[in-house]
């Protein structure tokens, strides 16, 4: 028996009017799928897929993998995949080829830097598309020292991959201990005075983060030349960032009245009246590191100081080769004035406070009576 076929007329004229009303869509719809995948497959063929970490591992996580540069330097090509993999750039999917661009495939092009050090010079190119600002400012020949140094062709100057690594870059906003330690692989007798003060001391043996290291007086990426008159003149703000800090200076027993009295002394209103007028001109009114030292700062009760009492009238006839032997009992240093120990100093500035008053009062009182006695006379004649 033959099967049964819908032979309605209905049925078919409903089949055909909705072919006949989305025929047309489905053309579309069907034509930007297929246009879509063509596009895709013109852009895999013009952009090949970058290869994977792994990949790239493959061959340089071999120990002994390395190249001879044109001048006999031999370039170590091992990388480290622990060191990698902690790398802050992993960590946000920031791959090789996002450094190196032009080795998407293997064999990779020939190398034609002539040294190791021509070829650190270029790839570390690579970090100003990320950290564009970071980059500008140490290429920065008026406010940054190694870019002045840089632009005499010392090709020897830090560049970025030199402070921060290559593929072992670690986030060191909080390993303060690394930021000096890296610092010294260039700056290596600085650094020995330093961890020698009582400022690396406290860091590198105690680690103790309230005390300054390299960056927090020199600056990170926009270094200033620290010889010339403008950061001399501006030392004193910069110790005072710790040193008048009440709360932080109250954990260590030490005041934070030295910014404050030194603006009150002659060297502090010398050095302020050079900075607002002279800013570029040098000038010899002494500065906190003058007394106490550089790098190479120690406490005042330690007797190879500076500024420990045995040493000071050394440390002054250093501005002051005169300077006699009671030089430093007048000395008030970073003290009040007090009764007890600078009596007559105490006493001086007590009469002065008073007989200011009372002459600035009497004129007062004198100008007074004089402007009354004219009015009056005035008035008289007047009548």
């Given at each position: 028996m033959a099967p049964l076929r819908d032979e309605s007329p209905v049925a078919s004229r409903s089949?055909?009017?909705?072919?006949?009303?989305?025929?047309?869509?489905?053309?579309?719809?069907?034509?930007?799928?297929?246009?879509?995948?063509?596009?895709?497959?013109?852009?895999?063929?013009?952009?090949?897929?970058?290869?994977?970490?792994?990949?790239?591992?493959?061959?340089?996580?071999?120990?002994?993998?390395?190249?001879?540069?044109?001048?006999?330097?031999?370039?170590?090509?091992?990388?480290?995949?622990?060191?990698?993999?902690?790398?802050?750039?992993?960590?946000?999917?920031?791959?090789?080829?996002?450094?190196?661009?032009?080795?998407?495939?293997?064999?990779?092009?020939?190398?034609?830097?002539?040294?190791?050090?021509?070829?650190?010079?270029?790839?570390?190119?690579?970090?100003?598309?990320?950290?564009?600002?970071?980059?500008?400012?140490?290429?920065?020949?008026?406010?940054?020292?190694?870019?002045q140094i840089n632009a005499t062709g010392d090709l020897k100057t830090a560049v970025c991959t030199d402070c921060h690594g290559v593929h072992d870059i670690r986030d060191i906003r909080n390993d303060r201990v690394r930021i000096s330690k890296t610092c010294g692989k260039c700056h290596t007798d600085i650094f020995n005075q330093y961890q020698a003060s009582v400022h690396g001391i406290a860091l590198l043996q105690e680690d103790n983060h309230d005390v300054p290291t390299c960056t927090d007086c020199h600056g990170v990426h926009s270094i200033p030349d620290p010889r010339l008159a403008q950061f001399r003149t501006a030392s004193p703000e910069m110790c005072a960032g710790c040193h008048a800090n009440a709360q932080l200076m109250g954990k260590y027993g030490l005041t934070a009245d030295?910014?404050?009295?030194?603006?009150?002394?002659?060297?502090?209103?010398?050095?302020?009246?050079?900075?607002?007028?002279?800013?570029?001109?040098?000038?010899?009114?002494?500065?906190?590191t003058d007394c106490h030292g550089v790098h190479n700062i120690l406490k005042a009760s330690d007797p190879t100081s500076t500024v420990n009492p045995a040493n000071l009238l050394a440390t002054c006839r250093r501005c002051h080769p005169t300077a006699g032997p009671n030089w430093t009992g007048s000395w008030t240093g970073h003290n009040r004035v007090s009764i007890t120990r600078t009596p007559f100093i105490f006493y001086t500035q007590a009469f002065y406070d008073v007989f200011i008053r009372v002459v600035l009062i009497v004129c007062a009182v004198y100008v007074g009576l004089q402007i009354i006695r004219a009015t009056v006379t005035r008035v008289r004649r007047s009548l």
């Open positions: 089949l055909r009017h909705w072919l006949r009303r989305y025929w047309l869509l489905l053309a579309v719809i069907l034509t930007l799928g297929a246009a879509g995948l063509w596009a895709t497959q013109v852009a895999q063929a013009q952009s090949p897929q970058l290869p994977a970490d792994d990949e790239c591992l493959s061959c340089h996580s071999q120990p002994d993998l390395s190249m001879t540069l044109q001048n006999g330097d031999k370039l170590s090509l091992y990388i480290s995949a622990d060191a990698l993999a902690q790398s802050v750039h992993t960590a946000v999917g920031i791959g090789c080829q996002s450094c190196h661009p032009t080795l998407s495939g293997y064999p990779h092009p020939p190398v034609q830097y002539a040294s190791a050090r021509e070829l650190s010079r270029v790839f570390y190119t690579s970090c100003q598309k990320c950290h564009e600002a970071n980059y500008d400012q140490t290429r920065d020949t008026l406010h940054n020292v190694h870019a030295v910014y404050s009295l030194y603006n009150l002394s002659w060297h502090g209103v010398d050095v302020t009246v050079y900075k607002a007028n002279w800013p570029t001109i040098w000038h010899e009114s002494a500065v906190c």
